[in-house]
């Protein structure tokens, strides 16, 4: 423990030195430590703590499951609150163990102590909104969602983890359908539920840019556009227009997109989005005369169209990609190192 704790001090010197000389840049400095301490991390067996973490927050997990689904109805109110308390914070306890040097700024945390971390927040933050849900009236919602979203943000800043941004999209419907439900402005209907999902999405689009878990990030915000834009037709007939006229605008959104951004999460969207509104919108237009045998046609023949048009924006995509002639410097400096000062 010593010798590595010197080592790593060595190396924190040694790269605040190539600061101050001018051979590397703040920024790249940390990139250097960041993949450095990666390296280091992969190349090391997982540590017994860190799989005990692991195991222990999956059986926490497991014993709050089973407790709510056979002895829930006999605990009293207090106890319910009191256990899902002290398992919020012990839970949270043990993510700032594991992810305690990020949030005191002493550089990257390694892999396998940061999805530990962000696993236990991730409890910590659905039993803090459990707690509360028990604690206010059953039909108060909006509280324990909002606080649920809350702390699923705050850990998944102290530990990026594809899980804990997962667990921050469900909270953020969950919280957005409270509150919409709450303030009554929904009735009967689903179309405010689903216009509202959908701006959701575009919302995680926008915030997706900028996240560690960037294709996890658009896999939440493709899924709360494309279901959102789906959910008037649980209504009926009424909005049907309106929501395959939706779902096409995700779709095309999707593919335009990919012209400048290269994920295929974008294009799989967009071909899902296609398959699901044309063959809407036909059935729609001939007042649902169309045979099943020849919708089945129409749903394959249309999923072929997209998947050729996805095909035609990725070669056109990769034909635009800059090719580094041989011996030249890519784009990450001189033989693949870090840039020239």
Known sequence: MVNTRNTEEARTRALRGLVEQGTLTAEQARAVEAALREAEDAGSPARWTEIIGFVGGGLVFAGVVSLMAFSWEDLARTARVGLLAAVAVLAGLGGLAAAGTRLLGRGPVPDTRRRVGGTLFVLAAVAAGLALGSALEPDTAAAPTLLGLALAALGYAAAPTAVGLLACGAASVWAL?????????????????????????????????????????????????????????????????????????????CLVLYRWWRVWVLIGAGVVGLTLAVPEAIWDWTDGAIGGALLLLVVGLVLLAASGLGLLLHRGAAQQRPRPTAGAAGPEGPAGGLPAA
Request: net charge negative; charged share 10%.
């Open 177 to 253: 359908w409270s509150v919409l439900e709450e303030t009554g402005l929904t009735g009967s209907e689903t179309l405010p539920y689903g216009l509202a999902t959908v701006a959701l999405g575009l919302l995680w689009g926008a915030a997706a840019v900028r996240l560690p878990n960037q294709r996890t990030g658009l896999v939440v915000a493709a899924g709360f556009a494309l279901f959102g834009a789906q959910l008037p037709l649980f209504d009926g007939q009424d909005h049907a227009l309106l929501s395959y006229t939706l779902t096409t605008a995700v779709a095309v959104l």
